[in-house]
């Protein structure tokens, strides 16, 4: 029998955890969420991309001499990798109940947390910088960001937050409590800087507003000497030498040996055994590729791997040193040493600056980058082109090979023998007449794997431009790193002029090839690029020549930007808003910019998301068996492999539906459990049960599945050529579009596509379903927008009435339409799992899984004619959608009728005609997503607007407004447009990001940037506002009075971050006249308000505030006698009055949009309430040689109407913008011919980070612009 396991010590947020059954397969996410109980760190992906699960991790650097605080990803970190560290949570940090920490409270106030799914993990990176260094300067903060991601915020307001830490931050952030604010007392540290709180202040002293968004005064001080001390029983731990320790699990020995003998012993008796130090590399192969490495060594406490030795040469690394610390002792040597000798050092530091998030770095070693072997790694080009000199390791010796052509001699294979470890890597000094460069090209700046990634090594005979030694390395480009030596041989001896460019060119063409199938695509892309970063090279160089005073011209002025490392600048921004009218009620917190009412507690962590429920002493766990194929009759299922994992309970497969297998949220059309087909890659054939997660998901991946392939319809293009569409195709016409093109000048043809997009809600599915023993009860916990129907699509599956389900929904983790319809293929399966084991069972869908299963926004195909006139007004439109809806009807109609209600955008076309026709595909059904069509069809509008702006030669600003809309036109739907606002949106927006005088300095910008260029553009949006389904547009709220006089409130709609609740607090609080303190929202529910419509088109806060507004006024009649009768009493006085008088205090509220219907038909009839409008400007700049942009500016003018609350509007504005740039220059699915999606995480699917908002940003909501169709006068409640 093998030993027992050592003990495991470490602490968690100061408290000692003694582990006797350490499992070498748990994470310490898994650790914190199950066995502490400790859920505020979230799960957002499980492979280090997003850094929701992000944690502090402090240790005593042995080898360092010194404490470090790190933040770590939990989701990588293996438990048994904590041996001696302490843990800080969010927890840890500051609660509600106790006191907040500052870092806390400052994102909350700042509203920067909506779904707050994202909050514990950023304030955890913040929190950790602070400890490190508690006056950082904002590039710190924006680093320290790199690994953290948020799909709600647009980034904004927490930057904004947490520039009051900063040193340029300007604000005082509340330290000058005494006599208030600097930024109002006049005392602000740097009085010219020009953005975050100043303009916060600038508008709080404009006649916009009289009051900032938030007031940075309020802010609690940052006290260092508070934090929680290092545990001193680790302290002294550190001092004492370390021994062997092993930790067995199910199927893994951890072995951490505490000397390199030991370590070479280990090595000889296991050479399959992994080495493993951040876990980065052999976590994501475990988790994601299935692998399995029966022994892992721990060298992290080595000596030898952890040493720095500085030598005559350069740098020598040990293999373990993580690359923080490379970095930073790096830098140190740059700061120190004469600059040609750190030429080598400054590129590998360009090269971290953009390798992963920081959370990766300071656990990633550099070692595990070489001996990982990518072909896209960022060091191994760089340390290729420096023929860098590794040591290697065994029980037989050490040897010294040079890390050259030959290191890596396959795929992710080294020349390393099974038995020899890396020991060490010699970073050479560089020397003079020799310069270094290296860089990066990705999808985004920020955490992302390379599309190609070089080192550039050039030597120069003393003296002279004349090339000595040349060395070219690249990554992407082959199944290895590789030189390109030929192309360095022909260069060797010639002068660095422009012959030597083209030559250098012709050659990397002819030597860089990539056969049309490689793995990764982008073959055209990817060979220009080493071409274009070699030219950046070349120029590079060129200046450093010329500057070290070699004879050569230096790099013309319109070249030089060619040469520039990206520089980020700090972004700024501005808010504005209608302030309240003077004198109103300070208790009235209707329009005022109130923070989001869980905002606190999402930023403490103890907001409770449906996986933060805690687990039933009885409950099982969930793992889905989904479909390999896209379009298959399955032959057989075998679940004999599956069943012998421990902890296995059961299979279950379509036989163990008692009621209806067909399901949908419009037509029944698909299957809850795949019967004997799957129809994509995805599709949920069964679901294993077990004790765990990991039981369960280990034995799903066991059951093994057979198929019969038939040929799957994948592409819009393969749809339309086999005619696979569903019915019906919606037509919309207007006018006489074959007259209207008689009477044009001109008439243009032209096509797009666009792209789909992934929800990329931080938070998963997740369903946990307790049944509830009798009458054929279940409760189910999940997190959807739609409660209603996963109440009646889990009755119908379970095969029983629907007034024995119970659907409840505290809160989301964000939805954006993803969880409007598509939840419930997860809840039905969950709960049919639950009736058959009698048991609560809990599934939070991996997000791999998420990403295959629940599609997303609908890539739409636009074809288009368009008839115009010489001075661009467009006379006739023909345009015809094709959208990808996937192998289920879903939402698919009502998103093709909402992309041709907006076909025209904001123009008036007087003769317009559109069809849409709905593609039945073999790919996961595609669904609602923010937006619902309406911006696929706005784009086919503005792509033709485009065009005829080009082909008149007329400025697009000036043939957009001369198309504009004006009060009182026709839409092509014959609805009339009445309290039309975007005439002043346009002139507000011109003026507001400065167009004309921007316009013209781009211009200029161009004239004078050869390899950079900038555009700027003004775009309108209008966007109807109601569900296109009419019998949707009702709402319920149930609000109850408590004789103490709180108040309970429940409406139908959901909170995902939106801040809906909030919202329909302010509501009730006005309507009742009681303060917002007095009001609570528990959660939705169906048995409290029943048959509610999803949350979703925008309209929540219309409908629902209207069925509060109506269930409050109820109220206050009832208690109106006891108010005249006692109007000096308070509330508590009227409310017991009336109990004692026996009054119902409690009251339901409905509400139905009227005045709604509209029939294809006859094209009458009106669509929607109102109308929303905005229009924004942006200006972006494009690196010519790379494709790299930046958001240089936006301004946005939006018509929210009386905004209920302003910082949630414009929080939803600034969160959909930057949706809105992931979609259209960054998110890319991307799938194979046979329907297989190859981006399913953050690691290859890009949303949008921190990096990528503007460096201005700048948002008005228009003011004086009330909706007399909408609660107290708003508009736009949110925008789901
Ligand atoms: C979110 C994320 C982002 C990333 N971004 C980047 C990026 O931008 N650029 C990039 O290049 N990489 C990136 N990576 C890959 C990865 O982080 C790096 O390769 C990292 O350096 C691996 O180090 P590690 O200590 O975590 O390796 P581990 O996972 O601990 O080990 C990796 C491999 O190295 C072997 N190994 C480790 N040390 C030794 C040794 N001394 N001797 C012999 N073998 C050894 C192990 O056996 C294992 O096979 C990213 C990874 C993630 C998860
Ligand atoms: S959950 Fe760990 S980084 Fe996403
Ligand atoms: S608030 Fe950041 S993901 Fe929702």
């Known amino acids: 029998m093998d030993p027992p396991g050592d003990e495991l010590i470490f602490f968690v947020n100061g408290k000692r955890i003694l582990e006797r059954n350490a499992e070498p397969e748990m994470t310490l996410l898994t650790y914190l969420r199950r066995k502490l109980g400790l859920t505020g760190t979230k799960l957002g992906c499980a492979e280090g991309g997003c850094g929701a699960c992000t944690v502090m991790v402090s240790k005593f650097h042995r080898h360092h001499n010194r404490l470090v605080h790190h933040a770590v990803n939990a989701c990588l970190a293996p438990l048994c990798s904590l041996h001696h560290c302490a843990v800080t949570t969010v927890e840890g940090i500051g609660s509600i109940a106790s006191k907040l920490h500052p870092v806390q409270e400052r994102i909350a106030k700042a509203h920067g947390s909506q779904c707050g799914f994202c909050t514990p993990g950023i304030v955890m990176s913040m929190y950790s910088l602070l400890r490190n260094n508690p006056q950082p300067t904002m590039p710190d903060v924006e680093e320290a960001f790199q690994g953290n991601l948020c799909r709600c915020t647009g980034y904004r307001p927490i930057l904004e937050g947490y520039k009051t830490f900063t040193k340029e931050g300007g604000c005082c952030g509340g330290r000058g409590k005494a006599n208030g604010c600097c930024m109002t007392n006049g005392n602000a540290t740097n009085p010219d800087f020009t953005n975050g709180h100043k303009e916060d202040h600038i508008n709080g002293n404009s006649t916009m507003s009289d009051q900032p968004l938030y007031d940075p005064s309020e802010f609690m001080p940052l006290d260092p000497t508070q934090e929680v001390i290092f545990p001193p029983e680790l302290m002294s731990m550190s001092k004492e030498p370390l021994g062997e320790v092993r930790f067995r699990g199910e199927r893994l020995l951890w072995i951490q040996p505490s000397s390199l003998t030991e370590l070479l012993d280990l090595k000889a008796c296991y050479p399959d055994a992994k080495l493993v130090v951040g876990n980065t590399e052999v976590g994501i192969e475990m988790k994601f590729k299935n692998l399995l490495y029966p022994v892992i060594l721990a060298p992290a406490y080595i000596p030898q791997l952890n040493s720095i030795q500085h030598t005559k040469d350069g740098i020598v690394f040990g293999a373990s040193c993580t690359l923080t610390v490379m970095g930073d002792v790096l830098r140190t040597a740059v700061a120190t040493l004469p600059p040609h000798q750190t030429e080598l050092f400054k590129a590998i530091l360009e090269q971290l600056r953009w390798f992963a998030g920081l959370q990766i770095r300071n656990v990633a070693a550099v070692g595990g980058n070489i001996m990982t072997a990518s072909p896209i790694s960022d060091l191994n080009p760089v340390f290729m082109a420096a023929a860098c000199r590794l040591t290697l390791a065994s029980k037989g010796g050490t040897r010294v090979v040079e890390m050259d052509g030959q290191f890596f001699p396959g795929y992710r294979k080294t020349i390393l023998k099974p038995e020899e470890i890396l020991l060490s890597v010699e970073i050479p000094y560089t020397k003079k007449g020799q310069y270094f460069s290296a860089f990066k090209q990705s999808p985004r700046r920020e955490d992302d794997i390379s599309i190609v990634t070089c080192g550039m090594n050039v030597l120069f005979e003393e003296g002279s431009n004349v090339v000595k030694d040349l060395q070219l390395s690249y990554g992407g480009m082959a199944p290895t790193t590789v030189l390109a030596s030929g192309t360095s041989k022909k260069l060797l001896g010639r002068p660095w002029n422009e012959s030597l460019l083209e030559d250098a060119c012709v050659s990397l063409a002819e030597e860089m090839t990539l056969a049309p199938s490689v793995p990764g695509g982008m073959v055209t892309y990817r060979r220009t690029l080493t071409i274009s970063l070699f030219f950046k090279f070349y120029l590079t160089v060129q200046h450093k020549l010329a500057q070290d005073g070699v004879n050569v011209e230096d790099v013309r002025p319109d070249y030089s930007s060619a040469t520039e490392i990206f520089h980020a600048e700090t972004p700024s921004s501005v808010q504005l808003y209608q302030a309240v009218p003077p004198g109103q009620n300070t208790d009235d917190v209707v329009g005022r910019p109130i923070m989001h009412l869980s905002a606190l507690k999402q930023a403490t962590g103890e907001a409770i998301y449906c996986d933060d429920i805690p687990c039933y002493e009885n409950e099982l766990h969930l793992a889905l068996v989904t479909s390999a194929k896209a379009y298959a009759r399955i032959k057989s299922i075998d679940t004999a492999e599956a069943s012998a994992v421990p902890g296995f309970v059961t299979f279950v497969s379509f036989k163990d539906i008692r009621g209806s297998n067909m399901t949908g949220p419009a037509v029944y059309d698909e299957t809850v459990l795949a019967e004997d087909t799957v129809t994509c890659v995805g599709h949920i054939v069964g679901a294993v049960v077990a004790d765990t997660q990991a039981h369960a998901q280990r034995a799903a991946k066991a059951v093994k599945i057979s198929y019969e392939e038939m040929k799957p319809v994948v592409t819009i293009q393969d749809a339309i050529e086999s005619q696979s569409f569903y019915q019906p195709v919606r037509t919309i016409k207007k006018g006489d579009v074959a007259q209207g093109f008689k009477e044009s000048d001109h008439i243009l043809q032209g096509e797009i596509h666009i792209g789909g997009q992934e929800h990329f809600y931080l938070e998963t599915n997740c369903t946990l379903a307790v049944p509830r023993g009798e009458d054929g009860e279940m409760e189910l916990f999940a997190s959807t927008q739609s409660a209603s129907k996963t109440q009646a699509l889990v009755a119908k599956a379970m095969g029983v009435p629907a007034n024995r389900v119970v659907c409840r929904v505290k809160r989301m983790g964000g939805g954006f339409g993803g969880k409007e319809s598509r939840s419930t293929v997860l809840s039905t399966v969950v709960a049919v799992a639950a009736q058959k084991v009698k048991r609560p069972v809990r599934c939070m869908l991996d997000r791999d899984e998420d990403m295959l299963v629940t599609g997303g926004r609908h890539p739409f195909f636009g074809r288009y004619k368009v008839g115009y006139m010489n001075s661009g007004k467009v006379k006739a439109v023909e345009v015809t959608f094709y959208s990808n809806a996937g192998n289920s009807m879903d939402l698919s109609l009502s998103i093709m009728e909402r992309a041709l209600f907006h076909m ?67 839409t092509p739907f014959n609805q009339c447009l009445q309290q039309f606002t975007i005439d002043r949106c346009w002139q507000e927006c011109l003026e507001f990001s400065n167009y004309h005088q921007r316009k013209a300095a781009v211009d200029e910008f161009n004239r004078q940037h050869r390899w950079t260029k900038r555009g700027i553009c003004m775009i309108p949006t209008k966007f109807g506002i109601s569900f296109t389904a009419v019998f949707l547009n009702q709402a319920g709220a149930l609000v109850h009075i408590y004789t103490d006089g709180s108040v309970l409130l429940t409406h139908g709609g959901t909170e995902m971050g939106q801040g809906l609740h909030t919202k329909m607090v302010q509501v009730a609080s006005r309507t009742l006249g009681i303060p917002s303190s007095k009001i609570h929202i528990t959660e939705t529910s169906t048995n409290t308000v029943p048959n509610t419509s999803p949350t979703a088109a925008s309209a929540s806060s219309d409908l629902n505030g209207m069925a509060v507004y109506n269930a409050c006024s109820t109220l206050l009649q009832r208690l109106e006698p006891y108010k005249v009768k006692n109007p000096t009493g308070s509330w508590e006085d009227w409310v017991r009055a009336a109990y004692f008088d026996r009054v119902n205090l409690s009251a339901n509220g409905f509400y139905k949009t009227p005045d709604l219907g509209y029939d294809f038909d006859t094209n009458s009839g009106r669509p929607f309430n109102y109308f929303s409008y905005g229009v924004a400007c942006s200006e972006v700049e494009i690196d010519c040689l790379t494709g790299s942009h930046k958001n240089v500016h936006t301004s946005i003018v939006m018509d929210v109407g009386k905004s209920l609350n302003p910082a949630l509007d414009i929080g939803q504005v600034e969160g959909a913008f930057m949706q809105g740039v992931g979609l259209f220059t960054l998110e890319e699915l991307r799938y194979s011919p046979q329907g297989y999606l190859f981006t399913r995480g953050p690691g290859m699917y890009k949303i949008p980070a921190f990096g990528d908002i503007p460096t201005e940003l700048k948002v008005s909501l228009l003011r004086d612009a009330p909706n007399e169709r909408a609660i107290f006068s708003s508009k736009v409640g949110e925008v789901e």
């Open 904 to 970: 025209e955008n904001s123009y008036n076309i007087p003769h317009m005609c559109g069809t849409g026709y709905l593609c039945k595909t073999n790919l996961p059904s595609n669904t609602a997503f923010r937006g619902f069509g309406g911006p696929q069809g706005m784009m086919v509008a503005e792509s033709w607007m485009s065009d005829v702006a080009l082909a008149c030669g007329v400025p697009s600003e000036e043939v957009r407004r001369l198309n504009l809309y004006k009060q009182g036109d026709l």
